[in-house]
């Protein structure tokens, strides 16, 4: 590879990341809606929503303490080795004007390290003409993602703050609560009727331990049974424990993420009836042989279940009570960013890999073709190009209504 062919590999690289990212979120959310319209009972279940995804789909990055999402910080890494190729003569061409009163070449650009020079009065016109809408585009993405980082920094992202502290709420319950072997038994079963054969040999194997604690330890650890009994078995989490029961991982790594997340796991949300009522568990019976029907003990137990509901069903509640304007924003990022980043990097793919490699464009014509002359011989490109302009426009009417 020569050395003004580096320049060009490196924007083509950068770019393909761009493309691929913005592909997998768009994908994510067509096929949440594909799921959602085809399903044979409708549902409401978080699960369906890939807009929860975007809370807690991506891992934090840790930087001083600013919880970064590393998607957020990826695209602003890549925006800024982007802005620094495509502006970084612009910049300087600025502070020789000002400093020295140099004149300054009007619509020329120059990228950093790259021999050639983009001008609109002279060669293509075509070739600025798309250097320059990507120089704008980059331009506004690196603004974009900076901010993002500033509000994160700064704490303006309230909406965003709240729907994971929120979420975070949840996990941590589920987290305190939840004991990994019953769990890990019940999900592992063979037949879908032995749930509470399995919890009664589980408080036989455990009773003598049980019993020798204090009224308030066998409180907590009774709560933490009839708990994770709950969530192993109820409807509004089966899903994800049907997933969970799929995937061959040791028993730590399943109970560790488990509590993951939790609240995209559910599959009822509505009007956040996610646990059943205390009266109607189907586990009281064995649980109340196990502490020999000690009313202060029952009511006790059903105090602290009612409140591990009311809490989970309270965060829920916060999660979803400002649905609509999440998903406003969700579909306007989706359009503005993703689509508008999809079709800019398919033109920067195309244009520096078949204009600026010239060894590609030559094996394709023999000799060397501008982009000009390669749309006077080949006017194909320039229908495929309007064709990809009208999929992306009917992509975004999509977005919108669905």
Same mark, same amino acid.
């Given at each position: ?29 067509? $096929? ?104 704008? $585009? ?186 609509? $304007? ?77």
């Amino acid at each position: 590879m020569s050395y003004n062919s580096v320049i060009p590999f490196i924007i083509i690289l950068l770019f393909t990341t761009i493309f691929v990212i913005n592909i997998v979120q768009l994908s994510t959310f067509y $096929y949440s809606k594909f799921i959602t319209k085809t399903a044979h009972v409708k549902s409401n279940a978080p699960r369906y929503e890939s807009l929860y995804d975007t809370y807690c789909g991506y891992s934090k990055y840790s930087i001083n303490n600013l919880q970064i999402n590393s998607n957020t910080l990826l695209n602003a890494i890549i925006f800024f080795i982007l802005f620094i190729i495509f502006n970084s003569t612009y910049i300087l061409n600025l502070k020789s004007y000002y400093l020295n009163n140099m004149h300054i070449i009007p619509n020329e650009i120059k990228l950093k390290g790259y021999d050639k020079y983009f001008n609109k009065s002279i060669k293509s016109k075509s070739e600025y003409s798309i250097v320059s809408w990507l120089w704008y $585009y980059v331009l506004a993405m690196f603004i974009y993602y900076l901010l993002k980082i500033i509000i994160t920094y700064i704490g303006y992202n309230t909406n965003e703050i709240d729907v994971q502290e929120n979420m975070g709420g949840i996990d941590d319950i589920v987290k305190k609560n939840m004991k990994c072997d019953l769990y890990n038994s019940i999900i592992y079963k063979e037949g879908y009727d032995q749930d509470i054969e399995i919890l009664s040999k589980y408080i036989k194997l455990n009773i003598k331990r049980i019993n020798q604690l204090t009224d308030i330890d066998k409180i907590e650890e009774v709560g933490k049974i009839l708990f994770t009994y709950e969530v192993s078995t109820g409807t509004s989490f089966f899903h994800n424990n049907k997933k969970l029961s799929l995937k061959n991982k040791d028993n730590n790594d399943i109970c560790n993420e488990v509590s993951k997340c939790f609240f995209v796991s559910l599959s009822n949300t509505n009007n956040n009836e996610i646990f059943t009522e205390f009266d109607m568990l189907e586990s009281r019976d064995v649980i109340f042989q196990l502490i020999n029907y000690d009313q202060h003990i029952m009511k006790e137990l059903k105090t602290g279940y009612l409140m591990l509901k009311d809490n989970i069903e309270r965060y829920s509640a916060n999660i979803t009570k400002n649905k609509d $304007y999440y998903n406003t924003y969700y579909q306007s990022h989706l359009i503005c960013i993703n689509l508008l980043s999809v079709y800019f990097s398919m033109s920067a793919i195309i244009f520096f890999g078949l204009f600026e490699f010239t060894g590609i464009n030559k094996l394709i014509n023999s000799y060397y073709l501008d982009i000009d002359s390669f749309y006077i011989i080949y006017p194909l490109l320039s229908y495929i190009n309007k064709f990809i302009k009208l999929i992306l426009v009917l992509l975004a009417i999509l977005i919108i209504i669905l």
